[in-house]
């Protein structure tokens, strides 16, 4: 095979073994790799039902067919498990290098089951897998545990937890590299209770493409299109994400105070353009990508610190009622270390602070008090004091207090920097989303807010349906190629078709564009089989019955139209299931009858 | 196209203020992003402000007043804040 490796690497934890398998052609053609490889994999060794924090439920890491070769911005890296978090399939996306020395090790994924009596790390090389107790490394935050990897064992890749996976917090994540993160999902805790502290890894072949020359050539035509885009040429380059929050706080759709407002006044003290006269130490790149869009701050007391992306100013700013940059970028700092979800941890912090402000519960807190959330941060961390009910995420935590409506989710998963009062499309992809509130199944904020808004209007829900399926199968697609999805800023559809046949030597002729919508709808019927049904395809109360701010002031989301839209569109029944036309015309038949799910 | 002076030199108080966002402030004489301010004495529309601060015409992708999309051809009345950004992306 060319592109893919076709095997990939089991280790069994219980009894510290691994085995080489390898895979039918089949798995490839239909799932590509990455999220779809993942997704169909995670299916022969789990039922849909498992418990997350099992030793049963297997943690996949897996590459795609463009990883760790010369096709730009392919260093991504797919992690797949039953969310802790959410109970739905989950796959968390994160970029580095990690993926691509998976590549060069051989193997398309790695599976791990199983778990280990004491905390431990992982080596994976050509001489195979070792396990070495790591309990050295109890605790350790991000910085102390790469700076042990990095001078323990120089020439490998790193991913690794912080404390919070180790406490097992639903949404903690993983680390790659020095500062890149796995985020959402609560991944983190699955490797913290199978007690792997770190996995650590090098390869030492080459991935082998089917025609070097056209290959090349496209990435030379990808480079050329990459830089003639303003966006990913400039804009990503010299902000990064972070250039979005006076945009999105003027079109009244930044959440504030736990998405209570829409606008913040202070917007533009923690915007991007703020932290650009910040001192930049560095910027990196993930493995083989133009756009180098990540950088690094040197702060006041003299440390390297990751500069926040967009999500983490929006919701550990505005949405915290914070506007003091250097406190963000400090709680920013503070989640990274000890391994948090910045959307998550603004999430369940501020719904406490909101039943605080309203007296719902006893507690001495306000938003804007950045003293006391970072307190709250540690806690969760460690699961002390309140902490440890806080440890369970926004939707438990809100729910076990009495007020379910103030948890801003869906399925779990906490809502991104986007308010969807003000974008509908935005709106139903978080509702539909498999993996919970997500914006980057499918942004449709790229849509609605640069769109001729005679074309698109953001404020209505006519038309969202269509738009946002052909996003999200498309993005399916992305997620398992894998190629960053900042690239579709610059490049066009059909493109990814050319790289995929160039690489793998396989004619996809018109079934490419069809795997995303098997995987959505594998992804689908995974969650149907574990209870999901139209009920959990709402987004809270507030979002249909309270206007946001400014532009967004009268905005509600009309939910059932958006859903009975998007289901019919999808070729599903009006309770949210795939009906059997549909899985049979996507090859789906044979999964279904392996999960045992009833086709109506 | 009206030129700077010409804005400049109208007699009326009446103004309309600009925020310039995503690197576009450094056509601001003055480099601010929020609280520039023009003169205006009569119907004027957004591609004269981006004329007058002479910003590439590629560059004005999203203008926003108050939080509301509008178009280049939109007329201005007094006293009204437009928001001009480059092209962005992210998430």
């Not at chain 1, 849909?48 to 297997?58: A, H, K, V």
């Not at chain 1, 580095?96 to 090790?105: M, N, P, S």
């Not at chain 1, 006041?300 to 700013?317: A, F, I, N, T």
Request: charged share 25%; hydrophobic share 35%; aromatic share 8%.
């Amino acid at each position: 095979m060319y592109g893919w490796t076709g095997k990939i690497l089991e280790i069994t934890l219980e009894d510290k073994s691994y085995r080489e398998i390898n895979l039918s052609e089949d798995y490839y053609f239909k799932f590509l790799g990455g999220r779809g490889l993942g997704v169909r994999l995670f299916l022969d060794y789990a039922i849909p039902e498992i418990d997350p924090l099992s030793g049963d439920n297997p943690i996949i890491f897996a590459a795609g067919p463009l990883t760790g070769t010369v096709i730009p911005s392919s260093g991504r890296l797919a992690v797949i498990s039953r969310s802790p978090q959410t109970g739905t399939i989950f796959d968390s996306n994160a970029g580095g290098f990690w993926g691509a020395e998976l590549k060069k090790t051989g193997y398309d994924a790695i599976i791990i089951i199983g778990s280990l009596g004491q905390l431990s790390r992982l080596e994976i090389d050509a001489d195979g897998v070792r396990f070495i107790e790591a309990g050295q490394l109890k605790n350790n935050k991000a910085t102390t545990t790469w700076d042990y990897l990095n001078k323990s064992i120089p020439d490998y890749r790193h991913i690794y937890i912080g404390p919070a996976g180790e406490n097992l917090v639903r949404f903690s994540s993983i680390t790659v590299g020095r500062g890149r993160n796995f985020g959402r999902g609560g991944l983190g805790s699955i490797l913290g209770s199978k007690n792997i502290k770190a996995i650590s890894i090098k390869g030492n072949k080459k991935v082998e493409i089917h025609n070097q020359a056209k290959a090349l050539k496209i990435r030379d035509k990808a480079a050329d299109w990459l830089e003639e885009n303003p966006v990913t040429s400039n804009s990503m380059n010299r902000y990064g994400t972070s250039i979005l929050v006076n945009l999105i706080n003027e079109a009244g759709v930044l959440p504030t105070r736990n998405f209570q407002e829409t606008q913040f006044a202070n917007a533009d003290k923690i915007s991007g353009e703020s932290l650009e006269s910040k001192t930049v130490s560095s910027k990196s790149s993930c493995y083989n990508c133009p756009i180098i869009c990540s950088r690094k701050l040197k702060t006041s007391d003299g440390q390297d610190k990751s500069s926040p992306e967009y999500e983490s100013l929006g919701l550990l700013g505005a949405n915290l009622g914070i506007d003091d940059l250097d406190r963000v970028n400090h709680l920013n700092h503070l989640c990274n270390q000890l391994g948090l979800d910045t959307i998550s941890t603004s999430s369940v912090i501020a719904a406490y602070i909101e039943m605080a402000e309203k007296s719902l519960i006893e507690a001495d807190i306000r938003f804007g008090d950045s003293q006391k959330i970072e307190e709250l941060i540690n806690k969760i961390a460690a699961r002390e004091g309140i902490g440890r009910e806080m440890a369970l995420g926004a939707k438990e935590f809100a729910s076990s207090k009495g007020y379910p409506e103030l948890a801003m989710q869906v399925k779990g998963l906490d809502l991104p920097a986007f308010d969807p009062r003000g974008m509908k499309g935005q709106a139903l992809g978080y509702m539909t989303s498999n993996r919970g509130a997500c914006h980057i199944r499918a942004n449709m904020m790229n849509l609605e807010i640069f769109a001729d808004q005679d074309k698109i209007d953001r404020y209505s829900e006519e038309g969202k349906a269509a738009l946002l399926i052909e996003q999200q199968d498309f993005n399916a697609i992305l997620d398992s190629l894998i190629v960053c999805k900042f690239t579709l800023l610059a490049l066009a559809a059909g493109f990814y078709q050319e790289m995929l046949e160039a690489v793998t030597g396989i004619d996809f002729n018109g079934e490419f564009f069809e795997i995303g919508s098997r995987i959505w709808n594998l992804e689908r019927m995974i969650n149907i089989k574990a209870g999901f049904n139209r009920d959990d395809d709402y987004l809270p109360e507030r979002f249909s019955n309270q206007g946001g701010s400014g532009p967004s002031k009268d905005s509600l989301v009309d939910q059932d139209k958006l859903l009975n839209e998007y289901y019919a569109l999808r070729g599903w029944d009006k309770t949210g299931r795939p009906k059997e036309n549909l899985i049979n015309d996507l090859n789906l038949r044979e999964i279904a009858h392996k999960i045992e799910l009833d086709i109506q | 196209m009206m030129d700077k002076k010409d804005i400049a030199n109208k007699s009326s108080g009446d103004y309309i203020y600009v925020n310039l966002y995503g690197g576009l402030e450094e056509y601001s004489p003055d480099s601010r992003r929020k609280g520039n301010r023009i003169k205006l004495a009569k119907a004027n529309t957004v591609q004269d402000i981006i004329d007058y601060y002479q910003i590439p015409d590629d560059k004005a992708r999203v203008i926003l007043l108050d939080g509301r999309h509008v178009k280049k051809d939109h007329q201005l009345s007094k006293g009204e804040t437009i928001s001009i950004f480059p092209l962005l992306g992210g998430g």
